[in-house]
Protein backbone atom coordinates (compact mmCIF):
# COMPACT_ATOMS: atom_id res chain seq x y z
CA UNK A 1 0.00 0.00 0.00
CA UNK A 2 2.87 2.32 0.56
CA UNK A 3 4.08 1.75 -2.58
CA UNK A 4 0.90 2.49 -4.32
CA UNK A 5 1.29 6.02 -1.76
CA UNK A 6 4.50 6.75 -2.96
CA UNK A 7 3.83 6.58 -6.60
CA UNK A 8 1.25 8.71 -6.33
CA UNK A 9 3.27 10.96 -4.38
CA UNK A 10 5.61 11.21 -7.05
CA UNK A 11 3.43 11.43 -9.90
CA UNK A 12 1.44 14.33 -8.48
CA UNK A 13 4.78 16.25 -7.94
CA UNK A 14 5.90 15.88 -11.32
CA UNK A 15 2.23 16.73 -12.04
CA UNK A 16 2.87 19.78 -10.81
CA UNK A 17 6.22 20.70 -11.71
CA UNK A 18 5.43 20.62 -15.23
CA UNK A 19 2.67 22.87 -14.81
CA UNK A 20 4.93 25.78 -12.90
CA UNK A 21 6.96 25.11 -15.53
CA UNK A 22 4.33 25.59 -18.19
CA UNK A 23 3.24 29.20 -16.41
CA UNK A 24 6.61 30.28 -15.90
CA UNK A 25 7.47 29.64 -19.92
CA UNK A 26 9.17 33.03 -21.11
CA UNK A 27 6.62 35.28 -22.94
CA UNK A 28 6.33 35.57 -26.28
CA UNK A 29 6.29 38.95 -27.39
CA UNK A 30 4.57 39.85 -30.65
CA UNK A 31 4.18 43.61 -32.36
CA UNK A 32 1.17 43.32 -34.90
CA UNK A 33 -0.85 44.96 -37.47
CA UNK A 34 -4.08 46.82 -36.64
CA UNK A 35 -5.53 45.16 -40.36
CA UNK A 36 -4.91 41.58 -38.59
CA UNK A 37 -5.94 42.51 -34.92
CA UNK A 38 -9.37 40.51 -35.18
CA UNK A 39 -7.46 37.55 -36.32
CA UNK A 40 -5.13 37.17 -33.49
CA UNK A 41 -7.21 38.17 -30.76
CA UNK A 42 -9.31 35.06 -31.56
CA UNK A 43 -6.46 32.98 -31.69
CA UNK A 44 -4.81 33.85 -28.81
CA UNK A 45 -6.06 31.57 -25.94
CA UNK A 46 -5.51 28.41 -28.23
CA UNK A 47 -1.82 29.69 -29.66
CA UNK A 48 -0.92 30.01 -26.20
CA UNK A 49 -2.08 26.18 -25.41
CA UNK A 50 -0.51 25.33 -28.39
CA UNK A 51 3.06 26.97 -28.30
CA UNK A 52 2.93 26.24 -24.31
CA UNK A 53 3.90 30.14 -23.65
CA UNK A 54 1.87 33.35 -22.84
CA UNK A 55 1.22 35.62 -25.61
CA UNK A 56 1.84 39.64 -25.10
CA UNK A 57 0.36 41.61 -28.43
CA UNK A 58 1.07 45.31 -29.30
CA UNK A 59 -1.10 46.38 -32.26
CA UNK A 60 -0.34 49.48 -34.14
CA UNK A 61 -0.35 50.51 -37.95
CA UNK A 62 2.46 48.74 -40.04
CA UNK A 63 4.10 51.97 -39.94
CA UNK A 64 4.18 53.01 -36.43
CA UNK A 65 5.47 49.39 -35.60
CA UNK A 66 8.10 49.64 -38.55
CA UNK A 67 9.47 52.79 -36.91
CA UNK A 68 9.44 51.56 -33.01
CA UNK A 69 11.76 48.47 -34.32
CA UNK A 70 13.82 50.95 -36.07
CA UNK A 71 14.11 52.74 -32.70
CA UNK A 72 15.25 49.51 -30.74
CA UNK A 73 11.96 48.11 -29.59
CA UNK A 74 12.15 44.14 -28.56
CA UNK A 75 9.89 41.44 -30.52
CA UNK A 76 10.20 37.77 -30.93
CA UNK A 77 7.76 38.21 -33.68
CA UNK A 78 5.99 41.06 -36.05
CA UNK A 79 3.06 40.31 -38.15
CA UNK A 80 3.11 43.18 -40.84
CA UNK A 81 2.58 44.00 -44.38
CA UNK A 82 4.59 41.39 -46.56
CA UNK A 83 7.03 44.70 -48.04
CA UNK A 84 7.55 45.90 -44.36
CA UNK A 85 8.61 42.45 -43.32
CA UNK A 86 10.92 42.15 -46.98
CA UNK A 87 12.58 45.92 -45.37
CA UNK A 88 13.13 44.38 -41.93
CA UNK A 89 14.86 41.33 -42.89
CA UNK A 90 17.03 43.10 -45.61
CA UNK A 91 18.04 45.19 -42.51
CA UNK A 92 18.94 42.49 -40.70
CA UNK A 93 16.04 42.72 -37.88
CA UNK A 94 14.31 39.60 -38.92
CA UNK A 95 14.71 35.91 -40.24
CA UNK A 96 13.70 34.38 -42.84
CA UNK A 97 13.06 36.80 -46.17
CA UNK A 98 9.22 38.14 -46.84
CA UNK A 99 8.26 35.99 -43.62
CA UNK A 100 5.63 33.47 -43.81
CA UNK A 101 2.15 34.03 -45.54
CA UNK A 102 -0.42 34.35 -43.19
CA UNK A 103 -3.50 36.37 -45.04
CA UNK A 104 -4.32 39.24 -47.39
CA UNK A 105 -7.42 41.57 -47.25
CA UNK A 106 -8.92 44.23 -49.49
CA UNK A 107 -10.36 47.31 -48.70
CA UNK A 108 -13.32 48.67 -48.29
CA UNK A 109 -16.08 51.55 -46.66
CA UNK A 110 -17.92 51.15 -43.15
CA UNK A 111 -20.90 53.24 -42.31
CA UNK A 112 -23.18 53.12 -39.04
CA UNK A 113 -24.96 50.59 -38.27
CA UNK A 114 -28.58 51.14 -39.28
CA UNK A 115 -27.40 54.02 -41.79
CA UNK A 116 -28.65 53.87 -45.43
CA UNK A 117 -26.36 52.23 -48.02
CA UNK A 118 -25.60 53.68 -51.26
CA UNK A 119 -24.38 51.79 -53.49
CA UNK A 120 -20.85 51.29 -54.19
CA UNK A 121 -20.37 48.41 -56.57
CA UNK A 122 -19.15 50.04 -59.65
CA UNK A 123 -17.00 53.50 -60.03
CA UNK A 124 -19.86 55.05 -60.97
CA UNK A 125 -21.78 54.33 -58.15
CA UNK A 126 -18.74 54.90 -55.87
CA UNK A 127 -18.61 58.33 -57.16
CA UNK A 128 -21.66 59.50 -56.47
CA UNK A 129 -22.05 58.46 -53.22
CA UNK A 130 -18.49 60.10 -52.19
CA UNK A 131 -19.78 63.57 -53.65
CA UNK A 132 -22.98 63.31 -51.72
CA UNK A 133 -21.13 62.46 -48.32
CA UNK A 134 -20.77 65.13 -45.86
CA UNK A 135 -17.44 63.91 -44.89
CA UNK A 136 -15.65 60.80 -45.37
CA UNK A 137 -12.64 59.23 -43.19
CA UNK A 138 -9.33 57.18 -43.32
CA UNK A 139 -5.78 57.22 -42.09
CA UNK A 140 -2.89 58.74 -44.48
CA UNK A 141 -0.43 56.06 -42.28
CA UNK A 142 -2.27 52.94 -42.82
CA UNK A 143 -1.84 49.95 -45.23
CA UNK A 144 -4.75 50.98 -47.07
CA UNK A 145 -3.93 54.56 -47.81
CA UNK A 146 -2.05 53.61 -51.03
CA UNK A 147 -5.48 52.00 -52.69
CA UNK A 148 -7.50 54.94 -51.55
CA UNK A 149 -5.52 57.81 -52.79
CA UNK A 150 -5.37 55.82 -56.76
CA UNK A 151 -9.32 55.22 -56.24
CA UNK A 152 -9.81 58.99 -55.85
CA UNK A 153 -7.45 59.86 -58.06
CA UNK A 154 -8.89 57.49 -60.87
CA UNK A 155 -12.61 58.68 -59.97
CA UNK A 156 -11.36 62.23 -60.70
CA UNK A 157 -12.05 63.60 -56.90
CA UNK A 158 -9.32 63.68 -55.22
CA UNK A 159 -9.14 67.55 -54.71
CA UNK A 160 -13.03 67.89 -54.48
CA UNK A 161 -12.99 65.46 -51.62
CA UNK A 162 -10.00 66.93 -49.63
CA UNK A 163 -12.12 69.19 -48.12
CA UNK A 164 -14.48 66.75 -46.24
CA UNK A 165 -11.75 64.29 -45.48
CA UNK A 166 -10.95 63.71 -42.17
CA UNK A 167 -7.87 62.31 -41.21
CA UNK A 168 -6.69 59.74 -38.23
CA UNK A 169 -3.40 58.07 -37.34
CA UNK A 170 -5.51 54.60 -36.94
CA UNK A 171 -8.62 52.20 -37.91
CA UNK A 172 -9.45 52.88 -34.40
CA UNK A 173 -9.92 56.61 -34.86
CA UNK A 174 -11.30 56.06 -38.24
CA UNK A 175 -14.25 53.60 -37.15
CA UNK A 176 -15.16 56.23 -34.22
CA UNK A 177 -15.78 58.70 -36.61
CA UNK A 178 -18.50 57.08 -38.34
CA UNK A 179 -19.91 55.30 -35.28
CA UNK A 180 -20.42 58.96 -33.98
CA UNK A 181 -21.68 60.19 -37.11
CA UNK A 182 -18.97 62.67 -37.72
CA UNK A 183 -18.54 61.12 -40.65
CA UNK A 184 -20.37 59.22 -43.39
CA UNK A 185 -17.76 56.53 -44.50
CA UNK A 186 -14.34 55.59 -43.00
CA UNK A 187 -12.38 53.47 -45.30
CA UNK A 188 -10.28 51.56 -44.14
CA UNK A 189 -9.25 47.21 -44.74
CA UNK A 190 -12.17 45.12 -44.21
CA UNK A 191 -10.85 43.27 -41.05
CA UNK A 192 -10.56 46.47 -39.70
CA UNK A 193 -14.24 47.29 -39.72
CA UNK A 194 -16.15 44.15 -39.35
CA UNK A 195 -15.27 43.98 -35.59
CA UNK A 196 -16.29 47.08 -34.47
CA UNK A 197 -19.41 48.11 -32.81
CA UNK A 198 -21.86 50.45 -34.13
CA UNK A 199 -20.44 50.20 -37.81
CA UNK A 200 -20.85 47.63 -40.22
CA UNK A 201 -19.37 46.72 -43.77
CA UNK A 202 -21.30 48.86 -46.85
CA UNK A 203 -18.63 46.99 -49.33
CA UNK A 204 -15.58 45.94 -50.67
CA UNK A 205 -14.01 48.54 -53.11
CA UNK A 206 -14.78 47.65 -56.48
CA UNK A 207 -13.12 46.02 -58.19
CA UNK A 208 -11.33 48.45 -60.46
CA UNK A 209 -9.66 50.00 -57.67
CA UNK A 210 -9.07 46.96 -55.09
CA UNK A 211 -6.39 45.87 -53.87
CA UNK A 212 -4.95 43.52 -51.22
CA UNK A 213 -2.75 44.32 -48.15
CA UNK A 214 -0.76 41.01 -47.70
CA UNK A 215 0.27 39.68 -44.29
CA UNK A 216 3.38 38.03 -43.03
CA UNK A 217 5.25 37.30 -39.97
CA UNK A 218 8.57 36.94 -38.88
CA UNK A 219 10.83 35.92 -35.99
CA UNK A 220 12.93 39.15 -34.44
CA UNK A 221 16.63 38.37 -35.00
CA UNK A 222 17.12 38.79 -31.69
CA UNK A 223 14.25 37.08 -30.41
CA UNK A 224 14.83 35.51 -26.92
CA UNK A 225 12.37 32.80 -27.68
CA UNK A 226 13.22 31.63 -31.56
CA UNK A 227 11.89 28.17 -30.79
CA UNK A 228 8.26 29.39 -29.71
CA UNK A 229 8.26 31.88 -31.82
CA UNK A 230 8.43 30.02 -34.76
CA UNK A 231 5.73 27.71 -33.28
CA UNK A 232 3.44 30.91 -33.14
CA UNK A 233 4.14 31.85 -36.48
CA UNK A 234 3.41 27.65 -37.56
CA UNK A 235 -0.04 27.99 -35.76
CA UNK A 236 -1.37 30.94 -37.20
CA UNK A 237 -0.19 29.84 -40.96
CA UNK A 238 -2.03 26.43 -40.59
CA UNK A 239 -5.48 25.16 -40.92
CA UNK A 240 -6.29 26.01 -37.06
CA UNK A 241 -6.47 29.60 -38.21
CA UNK A 242 -8.46 29.86 -41.56
CA UNK A 243 -11.96 29.45 -39.84
CA UNK A 244 -11.31 33.09 -38.13
CA UNK A 245 -9.39 34.57 -41.38
CA UNK A 246 -12.36 34.08 -43.34
CA UNK A 247 -14.57 35.10 -40.75
CA UNK A 248 -13.24 38.67 -39.87
CA UNK A 249 -13.18 39.26 -43.88
CA UNK A 250 -9.41 38.23 -44.87
CA UNK A 251 -8.40 35.22 -47.35
CA UNK A 252 -6.11 32.57 -46.15
CA UNK A 253 -2.27 33.03 -47.66
Known amino acids: MRKYSIAAIVLACGFLFSQGAAAQAPEVRVLASNGIKAVVEDLLPQAQHTI ?3 ISVQYSPTAALKQEIDAGESFDVVIVTVESI ?23 IGIRKGAPRPDISTPEALKRALLGAKAIAYGPSGASFPYITKMLDALGIADTM ?37 IELLGPFPDEFQGYVRFAAAVSANAKNPEAASALIKFLAGPDASASIKARGMQAH
Open 162 to 198: KAKTLFFDTSDGTNSAVAEGKADFGITLVSEILPVKG
Open 86 to 108: AQLNKEGKTLGGEGTPISRVGVG
Open 52 to 54: GHT
